[in-house]
């Protein structure tokens, strides 16, 4: 089992819980705190939101961001990835609510 957290130091770690406990994995790429992080349903991808006003899409295993979204003028401290994947939604300290595909 892994979850993932995200940190003032613009990162996002992945942890192994299961066996080790260890961080896997190092993600970085964001410009401001990350916020908000959320696995896909089937576990491959990662939604992440930061202070730097973007939405990352992260590849669990290769740990490389896949896309990035911008449009945001806050801080992103909200992301949800829709169950099928195909949309994901967040909220910003813009006060507004996003839906990307």
Do not use: P, Y
């Amino acid at each position: 089992m892994k979850i993932a957290s995200g940190s003032h130091d613009c990162t996002i770690r992945i942890w192994d819980v299961r066996s080790s406990g260890q961080c896997e994995n190092t993600l970085q790429g964001h410009d401001g705190a990350v916020n908000s992080v959320v696995f896909s349903s089937d576990g491959t991808k990662i939604a992440s939101g930061s202070n730097d006003c973007t939405i990352r899409i992260w590849d669990v295993r290769s740990g490389q961001c896949e896309n990035t979204f911008q449009g945001h003028d806050g801080g992103v401290n909200s992301v949800v990835v829709s169950s099928n994947g195909s949309k994901v939604v967040t909220g910003s300290s813009d006060c507004t609510i996003r839906i990307w595909d």
